[in-house]
């Protein structure tokens, strides 16, 4: 079965800091994996997704992410953040099995940058 | 393109009241999916549709919970006899149908059941 994993419930960080949540995935295929956010109040947005190809996706505002097959992970980066980068990130895995389709997520890491 | 539009954003009902959940697809979007979210339980998914048709309602509780779409414009998650245990952000979801495109989420109801 898919599953997702997001170690770090919380993270801080200052602002102008770099910054790097983690995600773990358990799939018995090669997954398609997705970045998601959710700022107070609102739906998710989409930061960034894996399907294929380079390891290293880019995504808005200046997040990327790294897939590594050999450690599950998918991991969210970003060089320097902004206090508007606070909001909750949640990493997903699509499942895809006959003619059903759904996104497994993780719980969620909520972000607090500090001025 | 005004997104997927969920109504109502709030809504509290009494416990062994019905709520009806309301949503909006984005226009032109085949897959609909419905999703719980909880503090404890994170995000959970609830129902998919495609082209109207319920194609894996797999995360709906058996009981007290059922959901619709009876056109392509717009789909309905109903909870009967409400209990607290259900008070949660239900969001509802769509893409279109092309393998992994995305999936464009409404803000969501909050449904607090006192």
């Known amino acids: 079965a898919q599953s997702v994993t997001q170690p770090d419930a919380r993270v801080t960080v200052s602002e102008g800091a770099s910054l790097q949540l983690r995600c773990k995935y358990s799939?018995?295929?090669?997954?398609?994996l997705f970045w998601y956010v959710q700022y107070p109040r609102q739906g998710l947005q989409l930061l960034l997704k894996?399907?294929?190809?380079?390891?290293v996706v880019q995504g808005v505002n200046g997040f990327e992410a790294e897939f590594s097959k050999s450690n599950s992970s998918f991991h969210l980066r970003k060089a320097s953040v902004h206090w508007s980068d606070s909001a909750v990130y949640f990493c997903?895995?699509?499942?895809?099995?006959?003619?059903?389709?759904?996104?497994?997520f993780g719980l969620g890491t909520t972000l607090q940058v500090q001025p | 393109n005004a997104g997927v539009i969920q109504t109502p954003r709030h809504k509290v009902t009494g416990k062994g009241q019905e709520a009806t959940l309301w949503c909006e697809p984005i226009?032109?979007?085949?897959?609909v999916f419905w999703y719980r979210q909880t503090i404890v339980q994170g995000l959970e998914f609830l129902t998919y549709?495609?082209?109207?048709?319920?194609?894996?309602d797999s995360g709906m509780p058996k009981e007290r919970f059922s959901a619709q779409m009876p056109n392509q414009s717009h789909s309905t998650l109903k909870i009967q006899s409400t209990q607290p245990q259900d008070s949660a952000v239900y969001l509802c979801?769509?893409?279109?149908?092309?393998?992994?495109?995305?999936?464009?989420f409404g803000k969501g109801t909050r449904l607090t059941v006192v």
């Open positions: 979801a769509s893409s279109s149908w092309t393998g992994n495109t995305e999936v464009f």
């Open positions: 799939s018995s295929v090669t997954p398609y």
């Open positions: 894996y399907y294929s190809g380079d390891p």
């Open positions: 997903a895995v699509s499942l895809i099995t006959g003619n059903t389709r759904k996104l497994i």
């Open positions: 226009s032109g979007h085949s897959a």
């Open positions: 549709f495609r082209n109207q048709a319920p194609i894996d």
